[in-house]
């Protein structure tokens, strides 16, 4: 298979391997922003695969646990532990991962992908959610046109819900394509969670609406300690810093991994200015 050199996505993915993560995730817990560690991978079709994407992050979770002040917190993508094989062998992988979570008092938020696992990754979720409350949160996509009522139920059951636009490309039939409109629902979505959410996570580097999350924060009483704002490794390194020094909590998702490249691609579809990053990394190497 072809391999492409890690210096291409070196930006915006820490590492290949997590023993040159570690540090990394060190020095931005030295900063005093949070993180959630995400070992890239995802769409395995094999069982044997899936088992061993289950393994490494279980793996993941005891070696964060061993080192002292780092957070317990990693992000992780279904489709890494046999979402695709097959439901139950994907909700059996989970709960062997959040028994672990349990184990060392550890939290374990599920990614959203693309909407053909959108079903069963809500699913899987709520199955999983009763037994392993504080150890377990989802992500909700402001683009897909369902995510108000989502967002809604989640907050009947006392999810945490990190919210972001959405990375996948979704058809118009379930998703707004155009800016203004992502941008109206997210904040629908971030002032139902603000009101109603538990320990709501904002993810954008989006200016707009970070000024809309705070204003809307201040404008009700909600205390900045009652939500966080996650942005991706890499991306707004000052605005991160400067949120923290408003008082607010910043977590940075922080991927490492070999399998960076779908990850990767979707950084570069998101943004025009990205492919500048990429020539001035592809002429560095
Ligand atoms: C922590 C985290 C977790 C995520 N998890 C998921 C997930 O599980 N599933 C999923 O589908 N997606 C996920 N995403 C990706 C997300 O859905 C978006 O695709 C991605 O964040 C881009 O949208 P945005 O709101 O950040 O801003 P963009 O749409 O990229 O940018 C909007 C505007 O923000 C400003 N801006 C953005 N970046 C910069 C910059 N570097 N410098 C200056 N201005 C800037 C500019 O004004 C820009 O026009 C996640 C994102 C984050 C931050």
């Known amino acids: ?47 044997d695969l899936a088992l061993k994407g289950r393994d490494a992050y279980i793996r993941l979770l005891q070696n964060l646990a061993s080192e002292p002040g780092l957070e317990r917190n990693i992000s992780i993508k279904l489709s890494m532990i046999g979402q695709i094989v097959n439901e139950d062998f994907c909700l059996e992988n989970l709960r062997a991962l959040l028994e672990e979570a349990k184990t060392l008092n550890a939290f374990v938020r ?4 693309g909407s053909p696992v959108l079903a ?8 999983v959610f009763p ?13 897909l046109k369902r995510t108000v009522a989502d967002v809604e139920h989640m907050c009947d059951l006392g999810a945490r819900v990190r919210l972001c636009k959405g990375a996948y490309r979704e058809p118009a039939t379930i998703a707004f394509q ?22 709501p996570a904002i993810a954008t580097h989006d200016d707009a609406l970070i000024e809309a999350t705070k204003s809307y924060a201040r404008e009700k ?5 009652r939500f966080e704002f996650q942005m991706l490794y890499g991306l707004r390194q000052k ?9 607010y909590n910043m977590r940075i998702y922080v991927p490492y991994g070999r399998m960076w ?18 020539l001035r990394n592809i002429f560095r190497a």
């Open 221 to 225: 009483d909600i205390d900045s300690s």
């Open 110 to 113: 599920l990614d959203m992908e």
């Open 178 to 199: 155009r800016m203004p409109e992502i941008r109206t629902q997210f904040i629908t979505c971030m002032q139902k969670l603000l009101q109603h959410g538990h320990y």
């Open 1 to 47: 298979m072809l391999r492409l050199p890690f210096a291409l996505a070196r930006g915006f993915v820490v590492a290949e391997t997590l023993d040159e993560a570690i540090p990394a995730v060190k020095k931005l817990c030295d900063k005093g922003l949070l993180t959630t560690v995400d070992l890239l991978g995802e769409h395995l079709i094999r069982r």
């Open 261 to 278: 490249l779908p990850y990767y691609v979707r950084r570069l579809r998101e943004r025009p200015e990205n492919i500048t990053f990429l």
């Open 239 to 247: 605005t991160q810093l400067d949120l923290i020094q408003q008082g």
């Open 131 to 143: 037994d392993y409350r504080p150890h377990v949160g989802i992500v909700l996509q402001a683009y």
């Open 120 to 127: 069963s990754t809500l699913r899987i979720f709520e199955s």
